[in-house]
């Protein structure tokens, strides 16, 4: 399915929103949308949910033989997933721009700017390392993908085994006036798209400017400055989840998923463990096994019966209806005089009716084949239909 | 002949929540213990010429593994649902459309596929598409002593000879689709359909709570 093109109107008051320092969801330019980390039973795996656009990720491991070229070193691979659950216009399975973009940024950002120690996951050199693999699936699309894939990717990271993990955060901004985590709809209509990856002590890993937009100094530099606030908050924040899960997993508490659903909401509804009643379970299941068997013991399945070489016979009617006459049928039947007998009088190739000609009666035969000479001239032998040679001297 | 183990026959904990994603026109997720789905819906809309069906709406059903590619076994449960959707959706009421059910797979902790049928439906329902019937799925696992288990986690199904899981319509309790592994006599299945019986009632009696307590503010 298309996406829907923004209208006209749309853009125009968005833009005058823009220019009047309003936003559509009440935000201010450089506020955040609520960010919520919600991390699942297992390890390293957890839900981002940055305003309305949601993100999941989960991070595996394996044992790998390492490249050729670097074999003190573990493997990174990152998988991010335009799921079509996000958005209509996301096909599956399809490689678009924008995933490629966001993939392609998601790496710079997390395996580039070794924000992972990949020596660190060398288990024997050249023989044995671990490949730490990230899934990431863009559950619903409401813009700045990559803040919530990247915080995602850094949460699950820092979940799963506790590796040396330096956080990051990151920035957006649009057009010449500057906005700060813009949803979707502020995103079509942005002029160019101003990234940068900072790491917790405030140091830039990577900054990435598309749109083909021109960036003075000054407003590189404040952005950078705004960043580094936003990645100090966001930091936090993830820090904080992470030790609320620890305490909880310590204390045996419950954790996952399921427990943080929201209760209060009308949409929500949640039930306890119930046992299904099965008192009188094995007394129906006798009487239905039971009902079932009386009827297939009434019909009895016929042996089949052996007319002649090759053919068999299943079923109603033991007597042939084909006319098959025993004296005949070793007779070889040779082509011409077959013909001669043989009157086609239809062409239908449902069924035709054959007649064969003979000297006091006729026979008439149904035959559901298409033609019947040809059939004949198809095997080959005249024992393979038996049934139909009537030919007497 | 094989006891039936009263402690094995309970339904997890279970919950959903619905609405809960802006863009699609439906989404629920489904929890049943630790087994968590989540879908969303679109529909009906434009669909591909090459997948249009001139007389009723085309159900498309991808199932999203939490790693790696979507394999074989996703598209034989995709399968499964897709089926299970196409009996229960009144599909001739949209001509020459087409209905997306995504399902993304949060955790597995067994009965996957049964939970998988349940936030189908219960996404089905938030997204108002006229259906037949609810239906829901319910998995039984029989252990190797014949134990019959409803609802079995990961570990169980692993213990398990067979495995079954069936979608059952509202209306009548009858099986829609039936997905079976393991070796099971014909006693065995019959018992776990009537078992299955029981437990979707408790099931469709959760769907009425969840649209009875959504509605509620409604006057």
Known sequence: MRDTPLSNCDRLFLLKAIEEKKRLDGRQTYDYRNIKITFGTDYGCCIVELGKTRVLCQVSCELVPPKDSRPTEGIMFFNLELSPMASPA?????????????????ERCLRNSKCIDTESL?????????QIRVDIHVLNHDGNLMDAASIAAISALSHFRRPDVAIQGRDVTVGSYLLVDPCEREERVKDGLLVI???KHQEICSIQSSGGIMLLKDQVLRCSKIASIKVSEITELINKALENDKKIRKEGGKFGFAESMPKERITTLKRDKAP???????????????RTETTTEVASVPSPVLVATGTAQVGEGIVNSWGLDEDEEDEPLTEDRKTDEVM?????????????????HFTTLLLRMRVYPDARRLTGTSSAFPTVERARP | MMELDQSGSVLREYGSEQSLLSRPDGSSTFVQGDTSILAGVYGPAEVKVSKEIYDRATVEVLIQPKMGLPSVRERAREQC??????????????PRSSLTVI???????????????????MALMDAGLPMNHLFCGVTCAISKEGQITTDPTARQEKESRALLTFALDSVERNVLMSSTTGSFSVHELQQCIAVSQKASEQIFQFYRDSVKRRYSKIQ
Do not use: Y
């Open chain 1, 90 to 106: 996301f096909e599956p399975n399809r490689q678009s721009e924008l995933l490629v973009l966001l993939n392609r940024q998601l």
């Open chain 1, 122 to 130: 060398c288990v024997v050199s050249g023989e044995k390392v671990w």
């Open chain 1, 197 to 199: 990856a900072m790491n």
């Open chain 1, 276 to 290: 299904v009643e099965m008192t009188d379970v094995k007394e129906t299941a006798n009487d239905i096994v039971n």
């Open chain 1, 344 to 360: 086609i009088i239809s062409d239908s190739e449902e069924e035709e009716v054959v007649i064969l000609n003979e000297e006091a």
């Open chain 2, 81 to 94: 649902v897709r089926e299970t959707c196409e009996a229960a959706l009144l599909l001739t009421l949209h």
């Open chain 2, 103 to 121: 399902l993304q797979v949060v955790h597995d902790d067994g009965s996957l596929l049964s939970c998988c049928l349940n936030a189908a439906c």
